[in-house]
Antibody
Framework: QVQLQQSGPGLVKPSQTLSLTCAIS??????????WNWIRQSPSRGLEWLGR?????????DYAVSVKSRITINPDTSKNQFSLQLNSVTPEDTAVYYC?????????????WGRGTLVTVSS | EIVMTQSPATLSVSPGERATLSCRAS??????LAWYQQKPGQAPRLLIY???TRATGIPARFSGSGSGTEFTLTISSLQSEDFAVYYC?????????FGPGTKVDIK
């Protein structure tokens, strides 16, 4: 059974870096038929796709315009996981953050989700 | 970027009744439309992709239809476990975009 297990702090101070990890079981971060995403949800912004990483003979990343200057998503093949780093956070980054899988091709829907991590940005 | 809208915002339905939810895209997304169900404290769950294909394990009472800019999710006979928020998502154009959701609650 494929599962995504999220970990990371639930409280981050303004201007600091939000860091989350998503461990994959039952699939591979290096799969040629999957991509690994971060999505967040807040009352003000709804469900918002942030970015993804995927492997097709080499590694690719794809980021939303709204966070492109602040975001990094990295795969870790040794641990079969991927991570999210969001720099210079503000209270507007307070949200539930989800990791999710898509097929990596044109069928960019999300068939597997982590349980979510509530991240609060506050001093 | 494509903007997704959903109506109504809230739908009050009695158990056993039919529920019809609408989703509209600001421009054509062909049939590249997915539906998700989200219950409180849980992640969204994929119900439908390709506008009308049920995901693995999704009961037949859930059906999707539409193409282009207008889509519908129908729940033929609401069960107690179906009261939740439903989101549509387009994946025809970058970036993938979600609608604001329709809450289905008990009448």
């Amino acid at each position: 059974q494929v599962q995504l297990q999220q970990s990371g702090p639930g409280l981050v101070k303004p201007s600091q870096t939000l860091s989350l990890t998503c461990a994959i079981s039952g699939d591979s971060v290096s799969s040629n038929s999957a991509a690994w995403n971060w999505i967040r949800q807040s009352p003000s912004r709804g469900l918002e796709w942030l970015g993804r990483t995927y492997y097709r003979s080499k590694w690719y990343n794809d980021y939303a315009v709204s966070v492109k200057s602040r975001i990094t998503i990295n795969p870790d093949t040794s641990k079969n996981q991927f991570s999210l780093q969001l720099n210079s956070v503000t209270p507007e980054d307070t949200a539930v953050y989800y990791c999710a899988r898509d097929s990596g091709g044109k069928d960019w829907y999300f068939d597997l989700w982590g349980r979510g991590t509530l991240v609060t940005v506050s001093s | 970027e494509i903007v997704m809208t959903q109506s109504p915002a809230t739908l009050s339905v009695s158990p056993g009744e039919r529920a019809t939810l609408s989703c509209r895209a600001s421009q054509s997304v062909s049939s590249n439309l997915a539906w998700y169900q989200q219950k409180p404290g849980q992640a969204p769950r994929l119900l439908i992709y390709g506008a009308s294909t049920r995901a693995t394990g999704i009961p037949a009472r859930f059906s999707g239809s539409g193409s282009g800019t207008e889509f519908t999710l129908t729940i033929s006979s609401l069960q107690s476990e179906d009261f939740a928020v439903y989101y549509c998502q387009q994946y025809n154009n970058w970036p993938p975009a979600f609608g604001p959701g329709t809450k289905v609650d008990i009448k």
